[in-house]
């Protein structure tokens, strides 16, 4: 069944992003955790069926935007209703965890493999050459994943920070090893 070779594919690609060296090896993907709370059976009993969540964070959408993705490729293209107490709920989510403050994860930026890795102080240098620039160096004030890394550093390159792919994924390895987080259910 497709869904299920989506979600056993799914795993792979999580367990082969946990490595540091792995993650620079495929094109970089999002991943989206299930939530917990109410949403997360509205979510699995009327999202999955034809493909996973990953590709949320692909957008960073208000309320009128997540309805309309819910109203046209689902609602009225393939006829995916919701009841309107658990549209209510999913919009909640959708909107509180990819709204337009979020940064959207990049969908063609395919993350080159690297050799070398960064120290503390190379990378304490890095930062203060290539992003105080336009302000302080901000990484000390948060906590992510090597995507949410990926997603943020890709994010300053487009408002002009300069980064070669090779240190984006230097910076990512780095940030995910000193800022990263604890994986968590
Ligand atoms: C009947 C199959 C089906 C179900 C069930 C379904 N989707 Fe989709 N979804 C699709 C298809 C097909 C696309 C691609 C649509 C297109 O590009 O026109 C899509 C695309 C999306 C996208 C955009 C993905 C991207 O790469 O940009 C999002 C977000 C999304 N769906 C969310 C949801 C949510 C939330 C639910 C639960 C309410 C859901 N889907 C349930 C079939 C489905
Ligand atoms: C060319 C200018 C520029 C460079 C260089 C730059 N940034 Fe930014 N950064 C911005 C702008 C613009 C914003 C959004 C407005 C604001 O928060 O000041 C921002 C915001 C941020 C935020 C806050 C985002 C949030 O969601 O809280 C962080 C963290 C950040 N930058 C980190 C970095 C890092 C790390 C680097 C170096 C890799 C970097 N920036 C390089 C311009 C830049």
Redesign the pocket.
């Known amino acids: 069944m497709l869904s299920t070779r989506f979600f056993v594919l799914s795993l792979m690609a999580a367990a082969l992003l946990t490595g540091a060296q792995a993650q620079a090896q495929s094109a970089a993907r999002p991943q989206v955790r299930l939530p917990s709370g109410a949403v997360r059976s ?2 699995l009993n ?6 996973g ?1 990953d ?2 964070a ?2 960073a959408l208000d309320r009128d935007g ?1 309805q309309a ?2 109203d ?3 609602k009225q ?4 209703t ?1 009841a309107a107490t658990d ?1 209510a709920l ?1 919009l909640d989510y ?1 909107t509180d965890k ?1 709204g337009p403050e979020s940064v959207p994860f990049p ?1 063609d930026y395919v993350a080159p493999e690297i050799a070398d890795f960064f120290s503390n102080a190379d990378a304490r240098v890095f930062l203060q050459r290539t992003c105080a620039e336009c302000h302080e160096i901000r990484v000390f004030e948060h906590r992510k994943d090597a995507n949410g890394w990926r997603a943020l550093v890709l994010d300053m390159r487009e408002r002009g920070a300069r980064l070669s792919d090779q240190n984006v994924e230097k910076l990512v390895e780095w940030l995910a090893r000193a800022r990263g987080i604890n994986p968590v259910e």
């Open positions: 509205v979510i009327n999202c999955v069926s034809c493909h969540i590709d949320y692909f957008h997540w993705i819910l046209g490729p689902h293209q393939r006829g995916v919701l549209e999913l959708l990819f969908r």
